[in-house]
């Protein structure tokens, strides 16, 4: 799976600080979302990403299938 936190922070031309305060969440650990290095995301946290990047999840995550990001 295959977050793309940060493809829909650039649509909505927010910055990773910004996205950071209306998370209400540190820079690092959005760094650690945009980059892959969290194993999971909460549930309570997916709805915060959606709700401010006016999003639904299946717009956040995709399925990698042969390394490439797919949303078959």
């Known amino acids: 799976m295959i977050i793309r936190l940060k493809e829909m922070r650039a649509v909505k031309e927010l910055s990773q600080g910004k996205l950071a305060v209306l998370c209400d ?5 959005l760094q650690r979302y945009e980059q892959g290095r969290m194993k999971s995301i909460p549930f309570d946290t997916l709805e915060t990403f959606c709700r401010v990047l ?6 956040l995550i ?11």
């Open 54 to 59: 006016d999003c639904e999840p299946g717009d």
């Open 25 to 29: 969440m540190s820079v690092t650990n």
């Open 62 to 72: 995709v399925r990698a299938k042969n390394g490439e990001a797919t949303t078959e």
